[in-house]
C-alpha cells in the first residue's frame, strides 16, 4: 500500500466521523472511486450461501450454533434485514461460511465473512477499498510490555438479505477503521490508561501490565468503563491471579489460554508451545526448516527452536541434504 493510499484512507476517516445518539462512532467506508459501483457478487454469494447450508446439515448441531450466531448479530443489531432496495446504494453481498475453534472458550463456531471473493468481473469489496495505513502497534513491544512486570433447503423464497450496521471483518479496511476509531476514542480520553492503552491494543486484545493485583483490578474496571462509553465492551479477561470483576464479564479460569497469539499458561503464568512431529520423524532439511517455522514466536525466545536451528545451519556447512 502507498502513502497516498494511506493518506486517502484517513482523510475519508476524518471527514465522515461522527458520534450518533447511542455514543457509536460512525464512519465511512473508504471507497477507492466513489463513480464506480462495488462488487456486488449476488449470485457468488448465493452459491456460496446454498454450498454452506448442505454442508452444514450433516451436522444438525453445528446447523443450529450458525443459525443462532445470525440470529445474535440481528439482535444486536449489527445487521438487518431490508426487503426494498434502494437504488442509489452502493451494495456489495458478502459471501460467509463456518470455522469451527474448538481450543477458544468463548466461541466454538465463528461466522466468517470473505469480502475478497471476486465476481466474473473480477472484482472483489476489498479491491474497491483502501486498505488504509497500518495503525497498530508494535507486537514485540506489547509482548514485551506483558513480560515486564509480575502480575431447511436454501430456496429464493425463503431467502432474506440483511446488510451490515457495523464494520464487519473480513472487509480489507477493516482493521484499519477499527484500529483508528479506538485511537480516536483513548486520545478523546487523553489519561494515563488510555495511553497505555493506545500502545498494548492489537485489534480487540488489550494487554496490561500492573505492579499489584489492586492495580490490575482498577485497571481492568477502568478499560471497561472506558470502552464501555463508546459501546464497545471488554468480553473476556485473563490474569496470572484471580481477578475481580463484576458478573457481566467473562473471566478464564482455564490455564490453556493465549497471549496475541502465543500459548500462555496463566496459572503458572509461562508461556508454553505446542507441536507434533510425524512417526517417520523429520528426514531432511527442508522438513526441519518446515517444523521450526511452524511454531509462533515473534519473539525469539523459544529455547527449544534453537538447537533445531543449530542443526540446520550444521547440516548446510556439510553439504548433508
Partial sequence: MTDYQGEKAFKVFQKSLITDKEGRCVVSWPWKNQEIAPAKGYGLTWGRLRTTIRRLEKSPELLECYDEYIKTLLEERIIERIKNQNKTWRVSYLPHQAV???????????????????????????????????????????????????????????????????????????????????????????????????????????????????????????????FKKAKMYLGEFNANYDIEMDSEQEITKKTATKLLGIGWNNIKDEFTWRWKISKEGLQTKRQILQFYAAIYDPLGLCPIILPWKLLVQDLWKKSVS
Fill in 100 to 226: 469451527i475453534i474448538s481450543q477458544k472458550s468463548t466461541t466454538k463456531l465463528r461466522v466468517v465473512f470473505d469480502a475478497s471473493a471476486k465476481t466474473n468481473e473480477g472484482l472483489s469489496l476489498n479491491k474497491c477499498l483502501y486498505r488504509g495505513p497500518a495503525m497498530m502497534p508494535s507486537l514485540v513491544g506489547i509482548l514485551l510490555r506483558a513480560r515486564r512486570t509480575k502480575t431447511k433447503e436454501v430456496t429464493q423464497e425463503n431467502l432474506a438479505t440483511y446488510r451490515f450496521t457495523r464494520v464487519s471483518f473480513g472487509v480489507v479496511s477493516s482493521p484499519f477503521l477499527l484500529t483508528i476509531v479506538i485511537r480516536h476514542l483513548l486520545n478523546e480520553e487523553s489519561s494515563k490508561l488510555s495511553a497505555e492503552l493506545a500502545k498494548n491494543l492489537c485489534l480487540d486484545n488489550v494487554v496490561l501490565t500492573a505492579r499489584s493485583e489492586l492495580e490490575s483490578n482498577r485497571k481492568a474496571q477502568e478499560a471497561k468503563e472506558l
